[in-house]
C-alpha cells in the first residue's frame, strides 16, 4: 500500500512551457484534490474531484486543468506556466464521506520552479 | 468566510520544553478543526482533530489539543518536545467552499529544536 504517490519530485520550467504533475493513490479513495503551499500562505486548494469523472474547482483554480478519468489518478495540467506558479504542490485523497469523519491523506509533494 | 489564523510563524524551544503552537479560527457554526504536521521534505500527517465532544484532544506522538468555543481557539500542546518535533504545523477548520466542505489551512508555525 504507497498511499498517495506524486511525481516528479522536482521541477523547473520556463515560462510559457507546459507540464503534467502526476497524483496517484491506491486506497480506493474517491475524494481527490490538488493543492499549492506557499511562504506565509498555508495550503490552498486549486481543484478537487468527488470521484472519477467529476471535478470542480477549489479557491486558486486559474491557471491549472485537471482531470479524472480513473478513481486511481489525479493529474494537475499547467498549459502555460508563469512565475506565479512556482510552489510546492500537495495531491490528498480521502474516502467519500462527511470531511469532518475522514482522514485526508497527502502525497510528498511535487516542488515547481518557473523561470 | 471561514478562516484560520496561527499567529506565530516560527517558534523555537529546548528539547525537553514543554509547547504551545495558537490556533485561532473564524467560524459562524460549530467549527471542525484539525492539527497537521510537516516533516521535512514530507507530506502533511494528521496529528488529531476536533469535532464535538470533549475540548481536550488527544492526538498521535503526545500531542493534544484544547478547543476553546469562546477564545475561538484550538491551540496544540505537548508537555515535553523531542528533536524529531522539529517541523511545519499546520491548522485547519472545516468550510463551506462553493456548496462543497473544505478544509481550510492556517498560514503555518515552524518549529525549531534546540539541543
Known amino acids: 500500500n504507497a498511499g498517495v504517490t506524486q511525481t516528479p519530485k522536482f521541477q523547473v520550467l520556463k515560462t510559457g512551457q507546459s507540464m503534467t504533475l502526476q497524483c496517484a493513490q491506491d486506497?480506493?479513495?474517491?475524494?481527490m484534490s490538488w493543492y499549492r503551499q506557499d511562504p506565509g500562505m498555508g495550503l490552498r486548494l486549486i481543484h478537487y474531484?468527488?470521484?472519477?469523472?467529476?471535478?470542480d474547482q477549489g479557491e486558486v483554480p486559474n491557471g491549472y486543468n485537471v482531470s479524472r478519468s480513473t478513481t486511481e489518478d489525479f493529474p494537475l495540467r499547467l498549459l502555460s506556466a508563469a512565475p506565479s506558479q512556482t510552489s510546492v504542490y500537495f495531491c490528498?485523497?480521502?474516502?467519500?464521506?462527511?470531511?469532518?469523519?475522514?482522514?485526508?491523506?497527502f502525497g510528498p509533494g511535487t516542488r515547481l520552479l518557473v523561470l | 468566510a471561514q478562516s484560520v489564523t496561527q499567529p506565530d510563524i516560527h517558534i523555537t524551544v529546548s528539547e525537553g520544553a514543554s509547547l504551545e503552537l495558537r490556533c485561532n479560527y473564524s467560524?459562524?457554526?460549530?467549527?471542525?478543526l484539525f492539527w497537521y504536521v510537516q516533516s521535512p521534505g514530507q507530506g502533511l500527517q494528521l496529528l488529531l482533530k476536533?469535532?464535538?465532544?470533549?475540548?481536550l484532544v488527544q492526538g498521535i506522538k503526545g500531542f493534544e489539543a484544547e478547543f476553546k468555543r469562546s477564545q475561538s481557539s484550538f491551540n496544540l500542546r505537548k508537555p515535553s518536545v523531542h528533536w524529531s518535533d522539529a517541523a511545519e504545523y499546520f491548522c485547519?477548520?472545516?468550510?463551506?467552499?462553493?456548496?462543497?466542505?473544505?478544509?481550510?489551512f492556517g498560514q503555518g508555525t515552524r518549529l525549531t529544536i534546540n539541543p
Open positions: 474531484s468527488v470521484g472519477a469523472g467529476i471535478t
Open positions: 486506497m480506493n479513495h474517491e475524494y
Open positions: 490528498a485523497s480521502r474516502s467519500r464521506g462527511v470531511l469532518v469523519l475522514e482522514t485526508q491523506y
Open positions: 476536533y469535532f464535538s465532544g470533549d475540548t
Open positions: 485547519a477548520v472545516n468550510s463551506i467552499i462553493q456548496g462543497a466542505q473544505k478544509l481550510v
Open positions: 467560524y459562524g457554526a460549530t467549527p471542525y
